[in-house]
C-alpha cells in the first residue's frame, strides 16, 4: 500500500479497505463471513461515522499521515467491537502512521484465533543457564522501549537468578530468634531453593554460575487471569486461542491490571517509547508487537504475530538450550501436550486459581 | 426560574466578596492550582516518567491522597448522621456544611484520578455506551459509580436544603428525607468500594485482608471529622455564624473512638503478620523496619505512629478536648498521621516487595508534589467558596428579595 493516499474518507477507499482484510484466517467461518441485513446496515453507520472523523482530519487541512491517523485513533471503537471492515480500516490508518513515522513498511496484522489451537507453553527449569538470550529476543522482536533513562527500558520476560544455598555445620548451633540459641528454630541455612526471591539483575562473566539458579518469568497467560477482571474498560482480555492480549488503543493507563497480576508480568510505558527506527521490527501485530504509546500497559502476548502464522515465538526459537516448548494444547501430538503427558510439571503459585497456561518442568 | 437566576448571581456575588484575609488565602491557592495545571500539563506530555513511579511501584502518592480523600468525603457523614437520626440540634446546624466537604473531597478525589491515569485524555472509554463499562466486574468500575452517586447525592442534598433557605419555603420531607438516608448509607459504600479497590488482590499479600474496609472506615471517621472540626473552629473565629459547643464536642468524641479503633487494627494487623513472619509479611516488615537496607518508608510509618497514639491521648485528656484553642493540636496530629498511615504507608508497601521478590524504592519527585498540593489547594478553594456561600445562606445574608 502507499502511504501518500488520502485517508480512508471516501466510500471508494473504504471499498479498498476491504479488500486489505488479510486472507490469513484459516478459519472457514471468517473467510466467508455471513452478513445479514442488519449487520451490514450497522457496519454502514459505523463507517459514515468514521468517515466522518477522517473528514474532520481533512478539514483540519492536515496532509500528516501521522496527525490524521492519531485523530481517527481518538475515536476509534475497542478492537474487540470493531466489525471487519473497521478493523481493516484501523489497520490501514496505523500500517499509514508506522510507515511514515519508521521510515519503512510496516504491516500490522490482525489474523484472529485459529480454530482448535489453545497455545500453551512449556519450560524446562533444569536446563536453563540464565543467559537471558530470550530477554534480548522478545525486546527486538517485539518492539519493546530500549531508552538509558529508568523507566524508558522494558523487558517482558525477566531472568531471576536464584542461589543455590546450603546448610552449614558450621552454624549449627546459630538458633532462631538470633542471639539465643535454638529456641523455636535454627539458623544453620542459607536461602535454598526459594521461590520468587530472586534477583534479574545480575552480570556474571559466564552463565551458567556454580552457585546459582535460574527461573525465567513472564506473562503465564492465565486461563482465569485476575488482570482482566479488574480493568474497568476491558481493554484487556482473554484471546480464543488463549493469550491474553490488550488493545493499547483502549488503555487507559490505570494500572490496576498491573497490581493485579501475581506474576508482575506488566508493564507501564511511562513515555513515548524509545524505539530507533533501524531497530524497529516491522512485521507486528494488532494485539501484540506493534509500537506501543506512551501511558499504556503492555506485556507478553506470545507472539501472535508469529504464533498465528504457524510460527515459533522468538524467545522458544532463540532458546539455546532448547529449554523452552510451545505448541497447541489440544492437538496430542504437540511437544506442549507430550510434556504434560509425560513430565512433572508444575505452575508458579497455582494456589491462586489462577490457571496458567505456562507450564514449568524438569527432567 | 427567576428564582433559579437571582439564587446563583446572590451566590456569586456574595461568595466573590470578602476582606483581605479572603482574598490572600484565595490568592495563595490560586498560585498553587497554577502551578498544578503547569505539572498537569508537564506530566501529560511527557508522560508519567517525570513522576517516581515505575512498572515496580505503579500507584503512588496520587493514588494514596485519592484512598485518604474518599475517606473524608465519608466522614461527612459523621455530621450528616447524628444531625438526622439522633436528632442532634447542634449537628443539624451544620449538616449542610458537611455535605459541602463531602462535595470538595469528591472533587479531589476525581482530580486525583485524573492524576494517576496514564492517559486521561481516554477517559470517556469508561463511560457506559460510548465506552466499554467492565460492570459489575471491575472493581475500579465500581469506585466509579459510588463517588458520582456520592457527589450527586451530596450536591442535591446540600444545594437544594440552600434552595430552600434561600427562598424561605418548607423542605420536602417526603423525598429528601429518603434521599439523606440513601446518602448516608452511600458514605459508607464509597469508602467501603475503595477499600475493596485494593485489598481484592492476592497478588498483593500486604492488602489481601478481610479488615481492610473497617479499617478504613475507622481512619476515614476520625480523619474526616478532624479537618471537619479544624474548619468550624476557623469558621467560629472568622464568621458571624456560631457552631455550637455541642456539634463540636461530639465530633470530638467520634474521633476519638476512631482513632481507638484504627489502632487497635493496626496492632492487630502486625500481631497476626509478624507471628507467623511468612514472606506476605514482607510490605509490613518494610514499611515497619525496611528490607534489605532500603528503609525509606521507616520514619514515616513511625512517625505517623506517634503521632495517631499521642493525639488519641491528647483527645482522652478532657483539658484538651474540652479547651478549643488547644483541640487543633490534636485533630492536626490525628489527620497528618491518618494522612501518612493510610497514604504511602498504605499503598506504597504494597509494591514491595514486587509479587516476584523485587524490592526497589519510591520517591515522589517534585512534579507530583506540586500536583498534589496544588489538587488540595484547588480542593480548599472550592471548599472555601462552599462553605462560605452555604453559611451566608444559613446566616440570612444571601436571601431572596433582600437584594432589591
Known sequence: ?363 | MQQLISFTSDYTRYVLKGGTKFYAWMGSLAVLIVGMMYVFYLQNTDGLIVTGMTSQIHDGLYFANLVFLVGVAAGAVTIVFPAYAYHHEGMHKVAVLGEMLAISAVIMVTMFVFAHMGRPDRLWHMLPIIGIYNFPHSMLGWDVLVLTGYLILNAICGFYYLWVKYTGGEINRKWFMPLVWVAIVWALSIHTVTAFLISTMPARPMWFHSMMPIRFIATAFAAGPCLIILAFLIIRNNTKFWVDDSAIRLLTTIVTWCLGIALFLTMSEIVVEFYARTEHANGLYYLMFGLHGLTNLVPWFWGAVILMIASFVLFLMPSIRNNFKLLPIPCVMAFAGIWIEKGMGLIVPGFIPTPIGEVTEYYPTFVEWLLTLGIWAFGFFILTILLKGAIGILQGEIKYGAAK
Open chain 1, 1 to 363: 500500500m502507499t502511504p501518500n493516499e488520502t485517508p480512508p474518507a471516501c466510500p471508494a477507499q473504504e471499498q479498498q479497505a476491504e479488500c486489505l482484510v488479510p486472507p490469513a484466517s484459516a478459519d472457514p467461518a471468517a473467510s466467508a463471513p455471513k452478513t445479514t441485513r442488519r449487520d451490514f446496515l450497522k457496519a454502514g453507520g459505523t463507517l459514515s461515522l468514521s468517515s466522518l472523523m477522517g473528514a474532520g482530519a481533512l478539514m483540519a487541512q492536515s496532509d500528516d499521515a501521522h496527525a490524521a491517523a492519531e485523530w481517527a485513533e481518538h475515536f476509534q471503537k475497542n478492537y474487540r467491537l470493531m466489525t471487519d471492515a473497521e478493523k481493516a480500516e484501523a489497520r490501514v490508518r496505523l500500517e499509514r502512521r508506522y510507515s511514515q513515522e519508521y521510515g519503512k513498511p510496516v504491516t500490522v496484522d490482525t489474523t484472529g484465533p485459529q480454530p482448535g489451537v489453545l497455545m500453551g507453553y512449556a519450560l524446562n527449569i533444569r536446563k536453563c543457564i540464565g543467559c537471558r538470550r530470550c530477554v534480548h529476543a522478545c525486546v527486538e522482536e517485539n518492539n519493546q522501549s530500549r531508552g538509558k533513562r529508568p523507566g524508558e527500558k522494558i523487558e517482558w520476560i525477566q531472568v531471576l537468578r536464584m542461589e543455590r544455598g546450603k546448610f552449614e555445620q558450621g552454624k549449627m548451633d546459630h538458633g532462631y530468634p538470633e542471639g539465643l540459641g535454638i529456641q523455636v528454630g535454627g539458623n544453620a541455612y542459607t536461602p535454598a531453593g526459594q521461590v520468587l526471591e530472586g534477583q534479574y539483575h545480575y552480570n556474571p562473566e559466564k552463565v551458567p554460575e556454580q552457585d546459582a539458579t535460574y527461573m525465567p518469568i513472564a506473562c503465564m497467560q492465565c486461563e482465569k487471569p485476575p488482570c482482566v477482571k479488574v480493568c474497568p474498560v476491558r481493554t484487556t482480555y482473554r484471546e480464543a486461542d488463549g493469550p491474553v492480549v490488550i488493545d493499547y488503543n483502549w488503555c487507559i493507563g490505570c494500572r490496576m491490571c498491573m497490581g493485579a497480576c501475581p506474576y508482575w508480568a506488566r508493564r507501564i510505558n511511562l513515555t513515548n517509547p524509545v524505539l530507533p527506527k533501524e531497530e524497529m521490527n516491522p512485521v507486528t501485530h494488532y494485539l501484540g508487537n506493534r509500537p506501543r504509546m506512551r501511558g499504556v500497559v503492555e506485556k507478553c502476548h506470545w507472539c501472535l504475530q508469529r504464533t498465528r502464522h504457524d510460527r515459533y515465538p522468538a524467545c522458544v526459537e532463540v532458546c539455546p538450550v532448547g529449554a523452552r516448548k510451545f505448541g497447541n494444547l489440544l492437538d496430542p501430538e504437540s511437544e506442549v501436550s507430550k510434556i504434560l503427558e509425560r513430565k512433572n510439571v508444575f505452575r508458579l503459585k497455582a494456589e491462586l486459581n489462577t490457571f496458567p497456561k505456562f507450564f514449568y518442568f524438569y527432567d
